[in-house]
T-cell receptor, first 112, second 114 residues
Framework: AQSVTQPDIHITVSEGASLELRCNYSYGATPYLFWYVQSPGQGLQLLLKYFSGDTLVQGIKGFEAEFKRSQSSFNLRKPSVHWSDAAEYFCFTNFGNEKLTFGTGTRLTIIP | DTGVSQDPRHKITKRGQNVTFRCDPISEHNRLYWYRQTLGQGPEFLTYFQNEAQLEKSRLLSDRFSAERPKGSFSTLEIQRTEQGDSAMYLC????????????FGPGTRLTVT
């Protein structure tokens, strides 16, 4: 069955440290992959997306993600986090024909 | 471009009552999606429209739920005979078929059933 997994429910990172949020999918082909961020009281905002081509994609707010077919992963990274990055992050997949699935989310806490 | 809007932002209702939510997508977007998000979970897909046609419905969309997009512009989601388990955030998103996989989300309607 098609699925997407975010193994980390909650991550705490010091301000200025690097960040990696994990996303794994289960599917027989490469789905369309996205990362969204949800801040308290805010709507979901698209950070970046991957359809095909270059496996390292750049997004907004200094985020990037790398697609690894061999690991069925699409991990989100940021070299240096800011306090404003504290939020909930969701990996989202479109398995084709609008089979749309969000991961359960990773809550990011930033400590000074 | 004013973004996707949803109304109301909050709704408190008593069990058994009917509620209706409205979503106004970005004007040139022809696809409109509804999701439900419960506390601590990711959004779950409910249904989507292309123009006025409802093309997909999730098993989550029980008979008490109905969605419409009569003129291919705004959409409504109605829940009849609400239950406490319906308490959730209801999210609407829209996309343009030329870029069909990039969805823009509204702020959501938080429903509390007492």
């Amino acid at each position: 069955a098609q699925s997407v997994t975010q193994p980390d429910i909650h991550i705490t990172v010091s301000e200025g440290a690097s960040l990696e949020l994990r996303c794994n999918y289960s599917y027989g082909a490469t789905p369309y992959l996205f990362w969204y961020v949800q801040s308290p009281g805010q709507g979901l905002q698209l950070l970046l997306k991957y359809f095909s081509g270059d496996t390292l994609v750049q997004g907004i707010k200094g985020f990037e993600a790398e697609f690894k077919r061999s690991q069925s992963s699409f991990n989100l990274r940021k070299p240096s986090v800011h306090w404003s990055d504290a939020a909930e992050y969701f990996c989202f997949t479109n398995f084709g024909n609008e089979k749309l699935t969000f991961g359960t989310g990773t809550r990011l806490t930033i400590i000074p | 471009d004013t973004g996707v809007s949803q109304d109301p932002r909050h709704k408190i209702t008593k069990r058994g009552q009917n509620v209706t939510f409205r979503c106004d997508p970005i004007s040139e977007h022809n696809r409109l999606y509804w999701y439900r998000q419960t506390l601590g979970q990711g959004p779950e897909f409910l249904t989507y429209f292309q123009n006025e046609a409802q093309l997909e419905k999730s098993r989550l969309l029980s008979d008490r739920f109905s969605a419409e997009r009569p003129k291919g512009s705004f959409s409504t989601l109605e829940i009849q005979r609400t239950e406490q388990g319906d308490s959730a955030m209801y999210l609407c998103a829209s996309s343009y078929r030329g870029d069909i996989y990039e969805q823009y989300f509204g702020p959501g309607t938080r429903l509390t059933v007492t």
